[in-house]
Nanobody
Framework: QVQLVESGGGLVQAGGSLRLSCAAS????????MGWFRQAPGKEREFVAA????????YYADSVKGRFTISRDNAKNTAYLQMNNLKPEDTAVYYC???????????????????WGQGTQVTVSS
């Protein structure tokens, strides 16, 4: 059974950086599209970034474009979210998710993701 485990969250000052990791169990990680989403207190979960199965397509929310970078290492069964120039409004629980369809274009649609991790807290202080 495939599982996703996020790590790398924590407390950081505004302007700082964090790198989140999402480790997948199972042999078929390279077939999955991967996405990162976040949920701040009192708000709905929102899309952050996505990468398709091959790594050839990425997509970002406007709010993080130019600051966050999604990547994947299929040899390590891991997806990453490098977050630079963090802002207090980036504070949220961050979730990774797997899309079992081999889409040519990364998707931002939450309903198209089949498996979710447990989340990791990111807190940015001002």
């Amino acid at each position: 059974q495939v599982q996703l485990v996020e790590s790398g969250g924590g407390l950081v000052q505004a302007g700082g950086s964090l790198r989140l990791s999402c480790a997948a169990s199972g042999p078929t990680f390279s077939r999955y599209g991967m996405g990162w989403f976040r949920q701040a207190p009192g708000k709905e979960r929102e899309f952050v970034a996505a990468i398709n199965w091959s790594g050839g397509s990425t997509y970002y929310a406007d709010s993080v474009k130019g600051r966050f970078t999604i990547s994947r290492d299929n040899a390590k069964n891991t997806a990453y979210l490098q977050m630079n120039n963090l802002k207090p409004e980036d504070t949220a629980v961050y979730y990774c998710a797997a899309d079992f369809s081999q889409r040519s274009i990364a998707t931002m649609v939450q309903d198209e993701y089949d498996l979710w991790g447990q989340g990791t807290q990111v807190t940015v202080s001002s």
